[in-house]
């Protein structure tokens, strides 16, 4: 499992520049939000933590098509299911090298997005704290998208369909989570709800996506 | 150790893919399946590898069921990465199936060594090819699955290649390839394979032709 971490984090980085892709996508989106919307300060802040968990969603989604039809197309999936470990934990190791370059820098500098944006100074730890719960979740809700669309032609389109209701409840508690810490009240019951969605997608995407995995391929 | 296939069968879109006669590899052979296009071959490589869930029938190593924990499958796609160096295409696999050291023999085995630390991207097809076969050392398993496994090698590779599964077989491995051309394998059963005659009965899902009602 180890090795394919490692494996998978060391392609991210050798072809297109590992998590940086994803991030000045998440970068250009949350910045082109406000020119559309017009750059009234006080506006903007209200939008801040929305705008952001959408942009981070759209970000996560750019590189989950990749995930395993990269694998599929060059033959690469079969070795890796006929590996000693169980498919279940080489569906983790992805969705965690996948969360790893794309998730986790998106948290680096979404403070600086929500500065950009007008973000109330109260609200940029609610901000952090909601991606770093949220974002694991869709990695793995993610990876069972693209367990399922791998071998679709030009699944990726079909994929966005699939996950992107499934992440709602991601954003919504983490957009809630940085609006009420905006508006001074307490964000923990936000976060909370967060963490609990993100344990639910650990406990099931892995056996969901191996699921089908086992039945694409053919 | 011996490899034992009885009765399988495989269903693609409802319509039976392959219907391979029962046959048996002992240790130290090499089965040779052969068959014109079409006829299943890779199929069946595939459903001895678990890759393929058969619609009936059985695969057996020893008696037992899990082939796939034993196998390695050697398909048209030499599953390399571009951009990688061709040694850490190897190394990424042996680390995969829990091998640490036998990366440098295996590209020594198959004449990669002086391009070892060159990417992947720059071999030709012949060496993307001799780096997908040299997996099948790495990976340290004792069923061999080829499917095709001298296309793009040129004379010499092939021969090389069949000595190493020589050798393979005669340290008590098992090797089962489908190829075309006679490129003097150790002995072993012959499988022939006949493209699968019109839908059977029995392939076809009753709820698809109406038969249940």
Redesign the interface.
């Known amino acids: 499992m180890r ?2 971490l ?2 998978d984090l ?2 991210a980085l ?2 297109g520049g590992g998590g940086l892709m994803a991030t000045a996508f998440f970068a250009m989106a949350s910045l082109l939000i406000p020119i559309g919307i017009g750059g009234a300060a006080e506006s903007l802040g209200r939008v801040a933590g929305g705008v952001i968990w959408v942009s981070a969603l759209l970000a996560c989604l750019l590189s989950l098509d990749r995930l395993f039809q990269a ?1 599929f ?4 999936l ?8 169980p498919i279940e934990f080489s569906v983790l190791a992805k969705a965690a090298a996948h969360w790893l370059t794309t998730g986790a820098p998106l948290i680096v500098i979404a403070p600086l997005i929500g500065l950009t944006l007008n973000l109330a100074p109260s609200a940029f730890g609610a901000l952090v704290l909601s991606l770093l719960i949220g974002t694991p979740a869709l990695s793995l809700i993610g990876a069972v998208g693209a367990a399922l669309t791998v071998g679709v032609r030009r699944g990726g389109l079909l994929l966005s369909l699939l996950v992107l209701p499934l992440y709602l409840p991601t954003m919504i508690l983490g957009a809630r989570a940085v609006e009420r810490a905006s508006t001074g009240l307490d964000p923990a019951a936000a976060l909370y709800l967060s963490g609990a969605v993100t344990l639910a997608a650990l406990a099931a995407a892995p056996f969901a996506a191996a699921a089908a995995l ?1 039945v694409n ?2 | 150790m011996a490899l034992t296939v009885e009765g399988l069968a495989v269903e693609r879109g409802g319509r039976l893919a392959l219907v391979a006669p029962d046959f048996r590899v002992e240790r130290g052979q090499a089965a040779l399946i052969a068959g014109p296009n079409g006829a299943g071959k890779s199929t069946l490589l595939r459903a001895v590898a678990g890759l393929v869930r058969p619609l009936r029938g059985r695969v057996m190593l020893d008696g037992a069921g899990e082939t796939g924990q034993h196998a390695a499958y050697a398909g048209h796609l030499d599953a390399v990465k571009p951009a990688l160096s061709v040694r850490a295409n190897l190394a990424s696999w042996a680390a995969l199936y829990g091998a640490s050291e036998g990366v440098d023999a295996a590209l020594e085995s198959f004449g990669l060594s002086h391009i070892a630390a060159s990417p992947a991207a720059y071999c030709s097809a012949g060496q993307k090819r001799r780096l997908g076969l040299a997996r099948l050392l790495v990976t340290g398993r004792r069923v061999w699955l080829l499917d095709e496994p001298t296309v793009s090698l040129d004379a010499g590779a092939s021969a090389d290649f069949a000595r190493i599964v020589a050798a393979h077989c005669a340290g008590g491995g098992i090797a089962v390839a489908a190829t075309h051309v006679e490129m003097g394998l150790p002995a072993g059963p012959r499988i022939d394979l006949l493209p699968p005659a019109a839908p059977a009965a029995d392939a076809v899902d009753p709820f698809l032709t109406g038969a249940w009602a």
């Not at chain 1, 197309?73 to 690469?76: A, L, P, R, V």
């Not at chain 1, 079969?78 to 470990?85: E, G, N, R, T, V």
């Open positions: 090795a394919l490692f494996r060391r392609l050798r072809i694998d197309e060059d033959g690469s079969d070795h890796i299911l006929l590996a000693p470990s086992r391929l053919r």
